[in-house]
């Protein structure tokens, strides 16, 4: 199994100088701004992907 992917930066500050928080699995510290946060994947979207195919002019 792959892992998943890290976080490019904080959602609180922007800063990307982040590390794994010792709490466990999506769990990550910014050492810019001193929060923990915690990622978690929710699932997939029932009306998956959409196109437009309307046939209108684009200008």
């Known amino acids: 199994?792959?892992?998943r992917a890290a976080p490019f930066?904080?959602?609180?500050c922007g800063d990307e100088?982040?590390?794994?928080?010792e709490t466990g699995h999506g769990a990550?510290?910014?050492a810019a701004c001193n929060r923990a946060f915690q990622l978690k994947f929710l699932g997939l979207l029932?009306?998956?992907?959409?196109?437009d195919d309307g046939g209108?002019?684009?200008?």
């Not at 930066?9 to 609180?12: D, Q, V």
């Not at 100088?17 to 928080?21: E, M, T, W």
């Open 1 to 3: 199994m792959s892992e």
């Open 56 to 59: 209108g002019d684009e200008i």
């Open 9 to 12: 930066y904080c959602p609180y």
């Open 46 to 51: 029932s009306r998956g992907l959409t196109t």
């Open 17 to 21: 100088d982040l590390r794994p928080h």
């Open 28 to 30: 990550w510290e910014c």
